[in-house]
């Protein structure tokens, strides 16, 4: 039997459900860097603003930024690396978390040490 390995926009989706069932005042957003999209597309975005390696969900009262991946195979670019590093010396919180499970620990261990 073939092991599947959940996509990352099904691990992304599980965890924005826990979230918003866990903290239903606390608002979690994605933001939409990623996924293929048109040379036309690609030219208006970047003409826009949008930069590469910002990570894929954003919570504001928390300041934290997630990178989603799937649990296993899911690779960082050096564009998030560095992106991470970035946003983690400025003061944000920024992680990436494999697969939804790894996510949702990672905020309930924030949430604890912020008590």
């Known amino acids: 039997m073939k092991n599947k ?4 926009h099904s691990e992304q989706t599980g ?3 826990w ?3 866990k903290y239903p005042d606390v608002l979690c957003f ?3 860097n990623g996924g293929f999209r048109s040379i036309h597309t690609a ?5 826009e603003g949008v930069v590469p390696g910002v ?4 919570i504001p009262e928390w300041k934290i930024f997630i990178e ?3 649990t296993k195979g899911g690779n960082v670019s050096k ?8 946003l983690n010396r400025i003061g944000y919180t920024a992680f990436v978390a494999n697969g939804a499970t790894e996510a949702s620990r990672k905020i309930l261990d924030f949430v604890k040490e912020k008590k």
Request: hydrophobic share 40%.
């Open 19 to 21: 979230f918003r069932y």
């Open 55 to 58: 990570p894929d969900l954003f």
């Open 43 to 47: 030219k208006i975005l970047k003409e």
């Open 5 to 8: 390995t959940s996509s990352e």
């Open 68 to 70: 989603m991946k799937r």
């Open 30 to 32: 994605a933001i939409p």
């Open 15 to 17: 965890f924005i459900n």
């Open 79 to 86: 564009e998030q690396k560095a992106m991470i590093e970035y």
